[in-house]
């Protein structure tokens, strides 16, 4: 039963790394652009609008340091003034975006197959990559009609606690992946510790059968398919990923048929040389 499932995004919390924490690691590191950066990375928990006083509570700086820091990410075109009050995220950062997306050329090419594979599905397919603790996604297709959960372009998700996330673990060295889980622990403490031997087992799954999978375990009503692709020509892990919501698939005909398929438009991927590796 779904309502069995551990629905994670009820207690995973990222922590807001103190500056002072920051630049006690290298104190080359620029202050300032690191409160701007921070001031648009409060809204990454989904807010909309959020006023001086939210942003200044959240970042931990008093309300006139945020009104200048903010009032320069306006005249950058990074925020904008939002008609009820508070600042919104504007679209320069869309355009700041777009030498990135349009650099991954490789999303392109692999759209046919991840289409005809959403069709089997009947789920969304998508491509992501690695954004420090987190993964990103960079690439989604798939039918978004009553579907409960669809991991737009940009959307994040915390490595340790998706099947996205240990999927992409599976692809690196006993070393970096050493380094990887200091990083996730910084900002999610506990997190690697507390999913342990969920991730030793999605990751000896990926590397034995080609794909790993989550049952309910980050969004309960979704369950999640994940099929490590490769390290692009400039060093990007990648992987393939699937969510379908609970009520359209049966675990059996996951494991037996959806799951093996994904890790089969995974490997024709790497066969079409879109992958350094």
Known sequence: MISEQTNLIAHVERRRVPLDEIVDRDSSLSTTLIRGLDILACFLGGDQ????????????????????LCKTLIALHYLRRAPQGGFQ????????????????????????????????????????????????????????????????????VPVAESS???????????????????EVESIYPDAVERNKERINRAIESCQTKGYCISYGEWRENIYAMSAPVGITKDGLEVTLSCGIPA???????????????????????????IFGS
Request: hydrophobic share 45%.
């Open 247 to 273: 009520y359209r698939a049966r675990k059996e005909d996951i494991e037996k048929d959806l799951a093996p398929r994904l890790a089969s438009v995974a490997k024709n991927l790497r066969l079409f040389n």
């Open 49 to 68: 609008t959020l006023t001086n006083a939210e942003i200044a509570k959240r970042v931990g700086i008093n309300k006139a340091t945020v009104s200048r």
């Open 164 to 182: 996205t996330g240990r999927s992409l673990l599976s692809l690196l060295s006993d070393e970096e992946r050493a380094a990887k889980y200091l």
């Open 89 to 156: 995220l504007a679209p320069g950062l869309l355009a700041l975006s777009y030498p990135i997306l349009s650099n991954m050329k490789w999303r392109r090419q692999a759209v046919n197959q991840m289409q005809e594979y959403a069709e089997i599905a009947k789920g969304n397919v998508s491509l992501a990559v690695f954004n420090g603790a987190d993964a990103v996604y960079v690439q989604t297709v798939g039918d978004i009609t009553d579907f409960p959960h669809v991991p737009e372009m940009g959307m994040t």
